[in-house]
């Protein structure tokens, strides 16, 4: 008997097909003798339709009226789902986010949750029922409704499973595991038995999109066993867990490779090399909201110095544009941007315990002709930016470097 918080996904639940296949499985756990607390998202595609709605009216709708747009999506779900599941005689009752009282900030479209009642889901499985929970959403204190940002129900399965104190948040998607890498992109990628939340933030952060990186963050806080599993396949999944549920002999070097083309690469040329500079250059950008990830300065024989760093894509014209200002005032040379670069980042906290982890990266990568343009890292991270046409390359030399294929 235990007490498991299950979140199914848009694509799980994403016709009555497959809302009618969710019931039927956590019928099975009821049977089987399980609590259940189940927090669904929106059918797939639904949150894009909601918005695309809105667009048609504004640009930039009131983030207050998005949010009682888009918490609708979740809403038709929870409402068919418990149908699904009297209809196979099991009891069952939906609620919003605001119905169970998920307490949030007032920040719409990103709110953070600050506390979640759990008297009425207590009582509800004390009566036998299983509750079902509106992903994304919450309430603040005045009322209004809220969401918690894009694949925000990760998000509100862990708050629930931290809140209830359940065995096992469980995360139920269309891929059967967190893998060492995308297998779409390297055949011998292979599911992971288990990763620390340390690592599976790493990887979330820098680019595997099995979960969202808030849910992650939330789950190792609360340490909550997070566990992700197929939805419609029958296997162990892939289980999220502290550090020292590990035995030092089957820790593994690199868990695994995560990359993303997110990123356009941003330099100013030819700059001055006195103090100050680089607060200089990068206050404005700070100050433009724009997030900066990797940054190298080098200096040139002729003492200007070439400060270079990293965007978000969508970032680089409004960054060139902020910069181009500056580097008129601090009498850099120029400007210049690229956005075929991709980072490519091995994570592991094996890497914690094991000396010359990046010379075999950077080995692995020069045996390929791969050039490295920027090198960032953190005690459990290497990553590295590259041209974009080496990616996939770079990705199946890594995994076979490290021992990550499939035997
Ligand atoms: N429906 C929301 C979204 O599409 C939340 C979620 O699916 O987790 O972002
Ligand atoms: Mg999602």
């Known amino acids: 008997m235990s007490l498991f918080v299950q979140k199914y996904g848009g694509t799980s639940v994403g016709s009555i097909e497959r809302i009618e296949a969710v019931a039927a499985k956590v019928a099975a756990f009821r049977e089987a003798g399980h609590d259940i607390v189940v927090a669904?998202?929106?059918?797939?595609?639904?949150?894009?339709?909601?918005?695309?709605?809105?667009?048609?009216?504004?640009?930039?709708?009131?983030?207050?009226?998005?949010?009682?747009?888009?918490?609708?999506?979740?809403?038709?779900?929870?409402?068919?789902?418990s149908m699904a599941l009297k209809k196979r005689g099991h009891e069952a009752r939906s609620y919003t986010g605001s119905q169970v009282r998920i307490l949030t900030d007032q920040s719409h479209t990103k709110a953070r949750i600050l506390d979640i009642?759990?008297?009425?889901?207590?009582a509800d499985l004390d009566a036998g029922r299983v509750v079902v929970v509106a992903g994304f959403q919450g309430v603040d204190e005045e009322g209004n409704i809220t969401t918690l940002g894009r694949g925000g129900s990760d998000t509100t399965g862990v708050a629930l499973a931290a809140a209830l104190k359940a065995d096992e948040c469980q995360i139920y998607t269309d891929v059967d595991g967190v893998y060492t890498t995308d297998p779409r992109i390297c055949s011998g990628a292979r599911r992971l038995e288990k990763i620390t939340f340390e690592e599976m933030l790493e990887m979330a952060s820098q680019g595997s999109k099995v979960l969202q990186i808030r849910s992650v963050e939330f789950a190792g806080k609360y340490n909550v066993p997070l566990r992700v599993l197929h939805s419609f396949q029958d296997g162990p999944g892939t289980l999220i867990t502290l550090d020292e549920d590990?035995?030092?002999?089957?820790?593994?070097?690199?868990?695994?490779?995560?990359?993303?083309?997110?990123?356009?690469?941003?330099?100013?040329?030819?700059?001055?090399?006195?103090?100050?500079?680089?607060?200089?250059?990068?206050?404005?950008?700070?100050?433009?909201?724009?997030?900066?990830?990797?940054?190298?300065?080098?200096?040139?024989?002729?003492?200007?110095?070439?400060?270079?760093?990293?965007?978000?894509?969508?970032?680089?014209?409004?960054?060139?544009?902020?910069?181009?200002k500056v580097a008129r005032e601090i009498g850099a040379r120029e400007v210049l941007t690229d956005d075929k670069i991709a980072k490519v980042s091995?994570?592991?906290?094996?890497?914690?315990?094991?000396?010359?982890?990046?010379?075999?990266?950077?080995?692995?990568?020069?045996?390929?002709?791969?050039?490295?343009?920027?090198?960032?890292?953190?005690?459990?991270?290497?990553?590295?930016?590259?041209?974009?046409?080496?990616?996939?390359l770079a990705v199946r030399s890594l995994h076979k470097a490290f021992g990550l294929d499939k035997v």
Do not use: W
């Open 117 to 122: 009642d759990v008297a009425r889901m207590r």
């Open 346 to 392: 091995i994570v592991g906290v094996g890497m914690r315990s094991h000396a010359g982890v990046a010379s075999k990266m950077f080995t692995a990568l020069a045996e390929d002709n791969i050039n490295i343009q920027m090198i960032t890292t953190s005690e459990i991270k290497i990553a590295v930016i590259i041209e974009e046409r080496y990616l996939e």
């Open 246 to 324: 590990y035995t030092d002999m089957e820790q593994p070097l690199i868990s695994g490779i995560a990359f993303n083309r997110d990123e356009a690469k941003v330099t100013v040329a030819g700059v001055p090399d006195t103090p100050g500079v680089a607060a200089k250059i990068l206050a404005p950008i700070g100050a433009a909201n724009i997030e900066i990830d990797v940054i190298v300065q080098n200096v040139a024989a002729d003492a200007t110095t070439d400060m270079t760093f990293t965007v978000h894509r969508n970032d680089m014209e409004k960054a060139k544009k902020v910069l181009e």
């Open 40 to 81: 669904v998202s929106a059918m797939s595609g639904e949150t894009n339709r909601l918005i695309a709605l809105a667009q048609e009216i504004q640009d930039n709708p009131d983030p207050r009226e998005m949010d009682v747009l888009v918490s609708t999506g979740e809403q038709v779900t929870i409402a068919l789902l």
